[in-house]
């Protein structure tokens, strides 16, 4: 072979050596992808929850008596269900209830104020109320009392019966169980659709600022979590308004209406606070998974961009500086003797 074949044979001989030598360096000094990602996004939702869950454990013995209360709460609200009666005194309820139903004459009585107003309304003038219009109009007030009456004779009626089984019986705590979940269910129902307009209305703002996806879910799980506090705290208020006429139905006496009262409230705060806590215990867990994740594609990301670059200009320039002075200078032949 000729010098010139050996000496470009030599060439690219170090230069793949020294190609390996790079490879075998860079895996050698490359750490794992479990350390460049620091933190997997399971091992970030595993820590969020053992955070949290830690959290309320100190705060629990922190406070012993509120948490005992709470747990209580939770119990009556899953568990109890009143006391029961009797069959002979069931019996005798349904009976003297049924009696004292009085929904037919009151929905006549409804129906007819219903027209009575709808003829006054449309009997008088803007300003002015002639003959014909203030003789609906005192037709209509009759119609009013009439109602009213009604409905009173019914409640005092069904108050007398209510009385023979207690506020405490389990027609009672069904009763103020029933009033609870349509509550809740109304605080639940105020949450979605306030969410529903907020997912509208954040997607529209950040396609005219451009935000990123994670940061348009972050903001609509925050509105969540708010809607979600308002709507069932508002609930919790509309029950507790709505508890003192079932307890005053049963007419119980005073020490005991106070007492039924300030446990179903208590059972009723204990079951928004829970499922509260819970949204937000779900909803830190799934934060802190999507933050690892993001860091962790980051970090790889830029560690591949890296080394990349680093292989790169090693490729460029192989030899390094010592080889780039040691080559002979552009139209070198060599002499052959």
Same mark, same amino acid.
Not at 23 to 50: F, I
Not at 103 to 128: C, M, N, Q, V
Not at 235 to 249: E, G, I, M, Y
């Given at each position: 072979?000729?010098?010139?074949?050996?000496?470009?044979?030599?060439?690219?001989?170090?230069?793949?050596?020294?190609?390996?030598?790079?490879?075998?360096?860079?895996?050698?000094?490359?750490?794992?992808?479990?350390?460049?990602?620091?933190?997997?996004?399971?091992?970030?939702?595993?820590?969020?929850?053992?955070?949290?869950?830690?959290?309320?454990?100190?705060?629990?013995?922190?406070?012993?008596?509120?948490?005992?209360?709470?747990?209580?709460?939770?119990?009556?609200?899953?568990?109890?269900?009143?006391?029961?009666?009797s069959p002979e005194v069931a019996a005798s309820y349904e009976r003297d209830m049924a009696a004292a139903d009085?929904?037919?004459?009151?929905?006549?009585?409804?129906?007819?104020?219903?027209?009575?107003?709808?003829?006054?309304?449309?009997?008088?003038?803007?300003?002015?109320?002639?003959?014909?219009?203030?003789?609906?109009?005192?037709?209509?007030?009759?119609?009013?009392?009439?109602?009213?009456?009604?409905?009173?004779?019914?409640?005092?009626?069904?108050?007398?019966?209510?009385?023979?089984?207690?506020?405490?019986?389990?027609?009672?705590?069904?009763?103020?169980?029933?009033?609870?979940?349509?509550?809740?269910?109304?605080?639940?129902?105020?949450?979605?659709?306030?969410?529903?307009?907020?997912?509208?209305?954040?997607?529209?703002?950040?396609?005219?600022?451009?935000?990123?996806?994670?940061?348009?879910?972050?903001?609509?799980?925050?509105?969540?979590?708010?809607?979600?506090?308002?709507?069932?705290?508002?609930?919790?208020?509309?029950?507790?308004?709505?508890?003192?006429?079932?307890? *005053?139905?049963?007419?119980?006496?005073?020490?005991? !209406? @106070? +007492?039924?009262?300030?446990? #179903?409230?208590? =059972?009723? $705060?204990?079951?928004?606070?829970?499922?509260? *806590?819970?949204?937000?215990?779900?909803?830190?867990? !799934? @934060? +802190?998974?999507?933050?690892? #994740?993001?860091? =962790?594609? $980051?970090?790889?990301?830029?560690?591949?961009?890296?080394?990349?670059?680093?292989?790169?200009?090693?490729?460029?320039?192989?030899g390094g500086p010592a080889s780039s002075s040691s080559r002979p200078p552009p139209g070198y032949r060599p002499?052959?003797?």
């Open positions: 072979a000729s010098p010139g074949a050996r000496e470009t044979s030599s060439r690219e001989f170090s230069s793949d050596a020294s190609a390996s030598a790079f490879d075998a360096s860079d895996a050698m000094q490359r750490p794992p992808a479990e350390e460049t990602a620091l933190v997997a996004p399971g091992e970030a939702a595993s820590a969020a929850v053992a955070v949290l869950a830690k959290g309320v454990v100190l705060k629990a013995r922190a406070h012993p008596k509120l948490s005992l209360t709470w747990i209580a709460g939770l119990l009556i609200t899953l568990l109890a269900t009143g006391l029961r009666v009085m929904s037919e004459p009151i929905a006549r009585a409804a129906r007819r104020l219903e027209d009575l107003e709808r003829r006054h309304y449309y009997s008088k003038g803007w300003f002015t109320c002639n003959a014909e219009c203030a003789r609906n109009r005192d037709r209509a007030s009759e119609a009013r009392r009439h109602l009213g009456e009604l409905q009173r004779v019914e409640q005092a009626q069904m108050a007398e019966v209510k009385r023979t089984v207690g506020v405490f019986s389990e027609y009672g705590v069904a009763e103020t169980r029933e009033r609870f979940w349509r509550s809740f269910a109304g605080g639940q129902s105020f949450a979605k659709r306030q969410s529903m307009w907020d997912a509208l209305f954040i997607t529209l703002g950040a396609a005219r600022r451009d935000e990123s996806t994670v940061a348009i879910v972050l903001r609509w799980l925050a509105q969540l979590l708010l809607n979600f506090t308002v709507g069932l705290v508002g609930a919790l208020f509309v029950f507790a308004f709505n508890l003192w006429s079932v307890v *005053f139905s049963y007419k119980p006496h005073v020490l005991t !209406g @106070v +007492a039924f009262a300030v446990v #179903a409230l208590v =059972a009723a $705060a204990s079951m928004v606070a829970t499922y509260l *806590f819970l949204m937000y215990f779900a909803a830190a867990s !799934g @934060v +802190a998974a999507v933050a690892a #994740a993001a860091h =962790a594609q $980051a970090r790889i990301e830029d560690s591949t961009g890296g080394r990349a670059r680093s292989r790169v200009q090693y490729q460029q320039d192989p002499h052959s003797h």
